[in-house]
Structures are given as structure tokens and as C-alpha cells.
């Protein structure tokens, strides 16, 4: 079965730019999470839907992140303006249901804001 | 702010030696208790989940876990060169869904 997918692998672009992140989760599952890890701050949830509806957004750092999930297969994790400070991998994760715990988490996104 | 501490490390141990990870948490009204390990590189994978006060074992892995002392662990038997990975607690958190909190993670080198 696939697991998480997740594209680009790499993204390099430069500060100002739009940058678009996409993820597909396990089919069947309902849940999604977008997390950023770097080394400063280690791995952040930023924000996670459930039923394609946004729960819980608190971790989105600024308005610059927005964060889409229009159809229950696919999402989307904007940033624009974008800025060196962003750069960082982001990961998508999902999960069954809420009243699941364990996530499965895809291969990540590394981005690099020049 | 819900908190999740690890030691950074690294923890270095001989191949075939026990190596030990720990994990303590803020929130108590956590539920659910999971480690995860990530190699350099790669996104962080499942190894264990727990959710009961105790020992939990699978394999060469056993976590444990102490609510009244919010305290979690995970034990390695046998350690082998291939275990040096870093190892992320995350813990549930009591106010939302589903919701993780992640700890930064030990990183643990297995050394021939």
C-alpha cells in the first residue's frame, strides 16, 4: 500500500517567491497533519484537518502559511511571501481518524529559501 | 505550553548493550505515549505506542511508562549499529484531537 506522498522532495527558490507544498494522504485515513522541522525547534505541528475541515490552526507561524485540503486525497501548504527563515523539511503526516492516535508520516519536503 | 523534554545526546553505546531513552512530559492529562525513530535524512517512523502504565514490549524494543510520574522510556536490547537513528517522544495532548506533541529528540549511536 502507498503511504503518505508527498511533492516536491526539494524545493529551492528565493525569498519573495510563492512556494507550494502537496501531500496525498493513506487512503482511508482522515486525518492530516502538516509539521516543519529544523534543528532550532525540532518537529511543530502547524496545523492538521480532519474530514477535509481545519481543526486546529494554531501552529501556522504567520499569515504568509496557508493551508489547504480540498478533497479528502490531497493538500496543500502554502507560503507566500516566502522568507530565508522558512527554510526547513515539512512533513505531512495522517492518521485514521481522530480517535486515532498513530500517524504515518510521509517522506517530507525539504525547502530552501535563498 | 505543553512540554515534551528529551536529552539531545548523543547517546553512544556498544553493539549488544541496552541503550536507554528517556522522555518526560508536562501535560498531565496525556493519554496516549508513542516513540518514534528517524534516520538521518528521512521522515520519523512508528516503533512503539503506549498507553498503559507499565512495560510494553515488541521485539528488542520495550517502552515503559509512569503517568504519575509523567515519565516515559524506551529500552533497546541488543543495540545494533543499524538502531543509531535519533528517537522522537511525542505525546498526546489532552486538549485537542489527535493532536502530538514531539519532544527534540535523542540522537543514540551504536558503536562495533
Known amino acids: 500500500d502507498a503511504g503518505v506522498i508527498q511533492s516536491p522532495r526539494h524545493e529551492v527558490t528565493e525569498m519573495g517567491q510563492e512556494v507550494t507544498l502537496r501531500c496525498k494522504p493513506i487512503s482511508g485515513h482522515n486525518s492530516l497533519f502538516w509539521y516543519r522541522q529544523t534543528m532550532m525547534r525540532g518537529l511543530e505541528l502547524l496545523i492538521y484537518?480532519?474530514?477535509?475541515?481545519?481543526?486546529?490552526d494554531s501552529g501556522m507561524p504567520e499569515d504568509r502559511f496557508s493551508a489547504k485540503m480540498p478533497n479528502a486525497s490531497f493538500s496543500t501548504l502554502k507560503i507566500q511571501p516566502s522568507e530565508p527563515r522558512d527554510s526547513a523539511v515539512y512533513f505531512c503526516?495522517?492518521?485514521?481518524?481522530?480517535?486515532?492516535?498513530?500517524?504515518?508520516f510521509g517522506p517530507g519536503t525539504r525547502l530552501t529559501v535563498l | 505550553q505543553k512540554e515534551v523534554e528529551q536529552n539531545s545526546g548523543p547517546l553512544s553505546v556498544p553493539e549488544g548493550a541496552i541503550a536507554s531513552l528517556n522522555c518526560t512530559y508536562s501535560?498531565?492529562?496525556?493519554?496516549?505515549f508513542f516513540w518514534y525513530r528517524q534516520y538521518s535524512g528521512k521522515s520519523p517512523e512508528l516503533i512503539m505506542s503506549i498507553y498503559s502504565n507499565g512495560d510494553k514490549e515488541d521485539g528488542r524494543f520495550t517502552a515503559q511508562l509512569n503517568k504519575a510520574s509523567q515519565y516515559v522510556s524506551l529500552l533497546i536490547r541488543d543495540s545494533q549499529p543499524s538502531d543509531s537513528a535519533t528517537y522522537l517522544c511525542a505525546v498526546s495532548y489532552s486538549g485537542g484531537y489527535n493532536k502530538l506533541i514531539f519532544g527534540a529528540g535523542t540522537r543514540l549511536a551504536v558503536h562495533p
Open positions: 503526516a495522517s492518521s485514521l481518524n481522530l480517535a486515532t492516535d498513530t500517524q504515518y
Open positions: 484537518f480532519n474530514n477535509n475541515v481545519p481543526i486546529d
Open positions: 501535560d498531565r492529562g496525556s493519554q496516549s
